[in-house]
C-alpha cells in the first residue's frame, strides 16, 4: 500500500498519462468519443474516460483508498483516505483532438485536501499542492472586473445574462473547455479569474484539487451562492465557481453573476 499522499498521486497521474496517451495515438475519434455508459454523475461517459480512468483505479485499488471520480462514482473501502478523481477533465475537447485536457485528484483526510495534483495533458505542465505549503505568490494582483482577462463555461440558456454582464466588463474572455486548466492558469496568473457564470455545473471532481493549487498560489476559490465546498460521496451536487486572483476581484464576479 501507499501512504503517502505526493507519491499516490505521482503514481495515478503517471497511470492517467500513460493511458492517456496510448488512446490518443492508437484510437480514432469515433472510439474516443464512442458512448459507453453513463457516469457517477449521470453524465454520458466516453470510451476514452474509461481507457484513461481505468489504470488510475488500479493504483488505487493498490492504495487500499476510498475513491470518488467522476465516471466509477463512489468506491468505499472503509479508509480514512478518500481520493477525489476527474481521470480526464474536458473530455469532449480531448475526443475531438482539441489539446486542452487535464487530469486532476486530490487527497482527502477528515474533510480536509492535503494534497492535490494537476495535469495538463496536452501542455505537459503540472500543478502541485500540499497543505500548509505555500508557493511564491503566482495569481495577478487584478481586484476589479473592468479590464480583468476571465475564462469561463460557455453561456447556456439559463446563465446568458449574467454570462454578458460579466463578459461586457471584462478585457478578455477565453472559453477553454477545461475548468480544471482554467483555474490553474488563474493560479498561475495567466488569467485573473474562471467562473461559471451561475449554471451550478461544477462538482466536486472539478473542484477539489484546484481550491489547494489556487489558494497555495495566493488565489481565491468560491461559489456564487455561498456554498461551501464539502466531499460527501455524492457527484449530484453542484457549484458555481469562481476562482479569482483576489476575494475583491471573486466579489465583483459574483456581484455582476448574481445580478
Not at 477533465?89 to 475526443?95: L, P, S
Not at 477565453?174 to 495567466?190: K, Q, T
Not at 467562473?195 to 489547494?212: E, F, K, N, S, T
Amino acid at each position: 500500500m501507499t501512504h503517502d499522499p505526493k507519491t499516490l498521486l505521482e503514481e495515478a497521474l503517471t497511470a492517467a498519462r500513460l493511458a492517456f496517451t496510448h488512446a490518443t495515438h492508437t484510437m480514432s475519434r469515433a472510439e474516443r468519443t464512442e458512448t459507453v455508459g453513463l457516469g457517477g454523475d449521470g453524465t454520458p461517459t466516453y470510451r476514452l474516460d474509461v481507457v484513461v480512468e481505468a489504470p488510475v483505479l488500479d493504483v488505487l485499488e493498490r492504495a487500499g483508498v476510498n475513491v470518488l471520480s467522476e465516471e466509477i462514482g463512489w468506491i468505499d473501502r472503509g479508509s480514512g483516505t478518500t481520493v477525489v478523481i476527474d481521470p480526464l477533465d474536458g473530455t469532449a475537447n480531448a475526443a475531438a483532438g482539441v489539446p486542452l485536457s487535464c487530469f486532476s485528484a486530490a487527497v482527502v483526510r477528515e474533510s480536509t485536501v492535503i494534497a492535490a495534483i494537476t495535469h495538463w495533458f496536452e501542455g505537459s505542465r503540472t500543478w502541485r499542492a500540499v497543505q500548509g505549503e505555500t508557493r511564491p505568490r503566482c495569481v495577478s494582483d487584478r481586484r476589479e472586473l473592468t479590464g480583468a482577462a476571465v475564462s469561463m463555461l460557455r453561456p447556456r440558456p439559463e446563465t446568458t445574462l449574467a454570462w454578458n454582464r460579466v463578459a461586457a466588463r471584462a478585457d478578455r474572455v477565453r472559453i477553454l473547455g477545461s475548468s480544471v486548466l482554467e483555474a490553474c492558469l488563474v493560479a498561475d496568473g495567466a488569467v485573473d479569474a474562471f467562473c461559471d457564470a451561475g449554471g451550478d455545473v461544477h462538482r466536486i471532481v472539478d473542484l477539489a484539487a484546484v481550491d489547494l493549487v489556487v489558494h497555495n498560489a495566493g488565489g481565491c476559490l468560491r461559489d456564487v451562492h455561498g456554498r461551501p465546498l464539502n466531499f460527501a460521496p455524492d457527484l449530484r451536487q453542484r457549484w458555481s465557481g469562481v476562482v479569482a486572483a483576489t476575494p475583491q476581484l471573486a466579489d465583483e464576479i459574483i456581484t455582476a453573476i448574481r445580478g
